[in-house]
């Protein structure tokens, strides 16, 4: 269940942040760009999510206006999610974040194979005298 905050927001980033922050509201809406899944489909592509999660996570996406929830009446019950508009609007956001991480990522692996060893990470070998010490 969504709470309501205490203070209105003053910031946009905050606010989207509020939207969709977490460790797993990002994930959902990236797997729903490529159309509407149902709950298990959702739920076997994101490894480590608990049902309980995914549920209180799609209802919090679903209460912020980025998805639909679609219940078809057929037995057994079929329920499918899909991105809103507003949903789809996230796309560009994404696509800056991929491009962010996949740069960052390869700069620190740079740096991170530059710093292999000792004397480049600030351990440098002992000297005679603190090895005799």
């Known amino acids: 269940m969504t709470t309501k905050k205490k203070y209105p927001h003053c910031c946009p980033v905050r606010y989207t942040l509020d939207l969709i922050g977490g460790k797993w509201k990002l994930p959902i809406v990236a797997l729903l760009r490529s159309g509407a ?33 679609t219940v078809f009446a057929a037995v057994p019950l079929r329920v499918e999610y899909c991105l809103t508009d507003d949903g789809y609007s996230l796309c560009p956001v994404f696509q800056a974040m991929h491009a962010w991480g996949s740069t960052h990522m390869a700069s620190f692996a740079e740096e991170t194979a530059a710093c292999i060893g000792p004397k480049t990470v600030g351990l440098a070998e002992p000297t005679e005298a603190q090895k005799l010490g």
């Open 37 to 69: 899944l149902r709950f298990t489909e959702i739920e076997r592509a994101l490894p480590g999510i608990s049902a309980r999660m995914l549920i209180k996570e799609l209802k919090e996406l679903e209460s912020h206006g980025l998805l639909t929830r």
